[in-house]
Each structure stands twice: as C-alpha cells, then as structure tokens.
C-alpha cells in the first residue's frame, strides 16, 4: 500500500480532445510527478510539481500540464490527444527523499 | 537515447534458485538507483536502493550491486520465490534532479 491512488482506471477518449487524470496522495507526499508508459517501455518522467509549482520536466510538449492541490491532490491535463498519447499514466508522491511511491496508473486509450 | 537499459526482456528461474537481473546505464552524473517490482494493473513497488557512494545494499532476499566503473548495476533474490514473478524496472536519478530514468524492464517467472 503505497498510499496513492489515481482516477479514473481506464479512460477511452478521440483524437483532438482532452482530458484531466487524477492523483491522491498522503499526507507527507510534498512532491508529485507524473509518469507516461508507453506499452513495453519504462515510465518515462512527464513532470514533477513541490509546493504546487511545477520543479522540474521531461521531453513532453506543453499540451501536457499539470496542477497540485494543498489536500495532497494532483491533476495531469493533456489537450489535443493524439493517439501516441495512449499509454498507462502514474503519478508517484515523494516525501523530498529519493524513493517515491506509485499509484496503480490510470489506462488512457486514445481513439 | 537509452540511458538505462535493460537488455533481458525476460527471465525464467526455478524456485528456491537465485535470479539475477541486470542493468546498465551511461550517464555518469547518476548517483542513486532504484529498483521497483510491478505487479500486472498495479503500479511499480519501490524494492531497494543504492546510493552510488556504495556498491552492495542488502535487504532480506533482495541485494543490490553497483559497479560504477562498468555503469552497471544487478539485482540479486535468493531464494527465488513465485510470488517474485512481476516486471522488475531499474531507474537512476541524479539528485536534486528528481527525475527517475526508468529501463524498459525484465519480466521475471520464478517457476514452481
């Protein structure tokens, strides 16, 4: 139990539009990042955010954003799905040391 | 551009036996490395860690071991157990950067 949890599960949406996952971390988990697997690949690092400001970014484009919540919550938002956007989405909480702490990902498909 | 790698994509071993998965990474300003264990529909488990001021860390079954001249770093369970069987992800990360670069994984089957 990692104390992460994502919404929705699964999500199917069609090229063009947008879309908002949702991640919930305990308390203590004063980082978030999010994370892009892509099918057999590794997480590939979206972005991560401390303090509700963002810290630090990976090779993602800015349709790819993101926001967190003082309650420990976090959104990713993607405009302009495309269909290489498809993947499994993970955020992680970290409480500023190295390890950090996986929810089970949210399946986006896009059509 | 492949900065961890993972060049098994899978690994069978008997139970009660030793499994051993491998990683290699180029970039020299890595200087932690995690192990994560990932269960099908679930999200990656954090295992064990090196910092790279070590070359062995040790935890229960699990051992870690870094070779930093080589950038390589292996992943040791002895006793094999079928509960093990799970995609195991390496990942660096530079410090302060806090960006984890994740292998592509190894699909591991501990066989009963």
């Known amino acids: 139990e990692t104390g992460v949890t994502q919404s929705p599960t699964h999500l199917i949406k069609t090229r063009g539009q947008q879309v908002t996952l949702r991640c919930s971390s305990q308390?203590?988990?004063?980082?978030v990042s999010w994370y892009q697997q892509a099918l057999g690949q590794g997480p590939q690092f979206i972005f991560q955010y401390y303090r509700e400001e963002e810290n630090g970014r990976g090779n993602f484009p800015p349709r790819f954003s993101g926001l967190q919540f003082p309650n420990y919550s976090s959104e990713l938002n993607v405009n302009a799905l495309e269909l290489d956007d498809s993947a499994l989405y993970l955020c992680?909480?970290?409480?500023?040391?190295?390890?950090?702490?996986f929810g089970p990902g949210t399946r986006l498909t896009v059509l | 551009d492949q900065q961890v790698k993972q060049n098994s994509p899978s690994l069978s071993v008997q139970e009660g036996r030793i499994s051993i998965l491998n990683c290699d990474y180029t970039?020299?300003?890595?200087?932690?490395f995690l192990w994560y264990k990932k269960y099908p529909a679930e999200g990656p488990t954090f295992l064990i860690s090196?910092?790279?001021?070590?070359d062995k860390n040790e935890d229960g079954r699990f051992t870690v071991f870094l070779n930093k001249s080589a950038k390589h770093l292996s992943l040791h369970i002895v006793p094999s157990q079928p509960g093990d069987s799970a995609v195991y992800f390496c990942?660096?990360?530079?410090?302060?950067?806090?960006?984890?670069?994740f292998g592509t994984g190894t699909r591991l089957k501990v066989l009963a």
């Open positions: 308390s203590g988990h004063n980082t």
């Open positions: 990942a660096a990360l530079h410090s302060g950067t806090y960006k984890y670069i």
């Open positions: 090196i910092s790279s001021i070590k």
């Open positions: 992680a909480g970290g409480t500023g040391g190295n390890e950090q702490f």
């Open positions: 970039n020299s300003m890595f200087d932690y």
